[in-house]
């Protein structure tokens, strides 16, 4: 099973601040390592770092996390370094691509975004339970209801999404177990019987979901649920915690921001 | 009360009348079993009484309130649970405790509130363990007990059971029933969906139906013996009183309308008992 930025049960600073701030952090994070040249990159690796500390984040849980990414990372890598126009490092013979300290530069820099990013976001979801950030993004997105967006139908879509991938993952594990018991290729043999049997795999799941999306829509209709404004038991709220967190992003935002001029 | 007066109803398309003309009252505090062979109508009746589905022909009402009214579905849906056959399509909630605040949240109750319900459902229900656990890793009895108390804080005053011991462990089956029967002790009319024919037994009525129709409503000792006399009849009575029936169609003197393992040891023992004092004079 995928285990990218799954919750962990915690107590730490990181764990107990405002799913909203951690949703804005994030955001503003995203932004910041998207522009971050020379020595920011520097801070922002830092800042990372610093966040995992006090969010008590073990490395090999980081390292989980990211491991899956790693191998995307090398791969921008090396499509940069190998595509990226520029002056040739050392030339390469027969081969038709060059190194150039352009892409080499480019490479690592584009690796290093693509995991600071996975990074900040593996963050917010290992310290995050899915509840608090389905609720904080209904908080945040809240303005919207003003041009008509129907923010609380979207969240309860998004927590019901959450709510059936374990489910959905158990049937798929179920179907592949009936199919192979019925013959079926699908860990095994060649590759085109292979897909055949995925194929057969997925249009059952695919039967199976819409069934559960019928039965489910039947009860919530059941427990009173209408479109529009609903309230939830968790109950977000803005203290001195938060405020600091806040004052710290403002800092980080305005160095970065003021040695832009 | 609900009242159900000469309804009718036919799912689009199908061609075929799910329910068929039936007039029903269900007084609240009673325990009502619903019985008949799959497809007769059944979950298509309870889905009547939750206003799910609104009937062609006909009235349903739930203490006064017409289903066919949109304004009165809030309040109908508060007074009447359901609690549908497969409980993991049924719970909404990423976790237990979030489940069970679905209900309050949609009646935009303010979070301190809905938090000191569900604490006091998941005590009520001896759940408290469970409280903060995803519904995937729960068994097939607490998934069934969770979306009890999911219906349960809404405070209704009817609960419809669609089969709710379908593929229960005998621990996950009798959990359920006693919750059930404690439910109804406390003043909640049921209405249960079954197949078995010992939960039949307990209920203060039972309705059979088939093709859409009402064929048998009663107590369950007279619907029960009615049916074991009937050979052509398509449900399976309790085996204790098949055997009664058996035995009485051989000359044995017995009361036909015994229900438990108990009550039939007491008949035989009394017939004994009495022949062999009969034999002894």
Known sequence: MISFGQYRNGNSFGHRLDARVKILAMVILSILIFQARGWEIYLLSAFLCAVCFISRLKFSAVREALRPLVLFAVLLFVMHLFFTDGTPLFPIPYLPVQITGEGLFRGLLISWQFLALALSGAILTMTTSPSDLVCGLESLLRPLRLIRVPVSDIAVMVSMALRFVPTLLEEYDRIKTAQMARGAEVETGRLDRRMKSLAALLFPLMVSALRRADDLAEAMEARGYARGPRTTMHQLSFGREEATALIVLGILLSLVVLSKY | ?281
């Open chain 2, 1 to 281: 009360m609900i009242k159900i007066q000469n309804v009718s109803y036919q799912y689009d398309g199908c061609g075929i009348e799910a329910l068929n003309d039936i007039s029903l009252d269900i007084n609240a505090e009673e325990y009502v079993a619903l019985i008949g062979p799959n497809g007769c109508g059944k979950t298509t009746l309870i889905r009547q009484l939750n206003a799910l589905c609104r009937p062609d022909r006909g009235i349903v009402t739930v203490d006064g309130l017409d289903t066919a009214v949109a304004a009165n579905h809030k309040e109908i849906r508060r007074a009447v649970g359901m609690l549908f056959q497969n409980p993991d399509n049924s719970i909404v909630g990423m976790t237990v405790e979030e489940d069970i605040a679905f209900g309050p949240g949609n009646l935009n109750q303010p979070p301190s509130e809905i938090r000191r319900q569900v604490s006091e459902i998941l005590q009520s229900l001896g759940l408290q363990s469970l409280a903060g656990r995803a519904p995937h890793t729960l068994s097939g009895g607490e998934k069934r007990l969770v979306s009890l108390a999911g219906v349960l804080i809404m405070n209704p005053r009817y609960i419809a059971f669609d089969e709710p011991t379908a593929y229960l462990d005998p621990t996950g089956r009798r959990r359920v029933l006693e919750t059930m029967g404690q439910l109804h002790r406390s003043g909640i009319g049921i209405i249960h969906i079954t197949h078995d024919v010992n939960d039949m037994a307990k209920a203060d009525r039972l309705l059979v139906m088939d093709k859409g129709e009402i064929i048998r409503d009663g107590n369950p000792r007279d619907v029960l013996c009615k049916m074991a006399e009937d050979q052509n009849c398509c449900m399976s009575v309790p085996p204790v009183m098949e055997l009664i029936h058996h035995l009485n169609r051989r000359g044995w003197p017995l009361a036909p309308d015994i229900l438990s393992v108990d009550d039939a040891v007491r008949e035989i023992d009394r017939l004994l008992i009495g022949a062999t004092h009969k034999e002894q004079s």
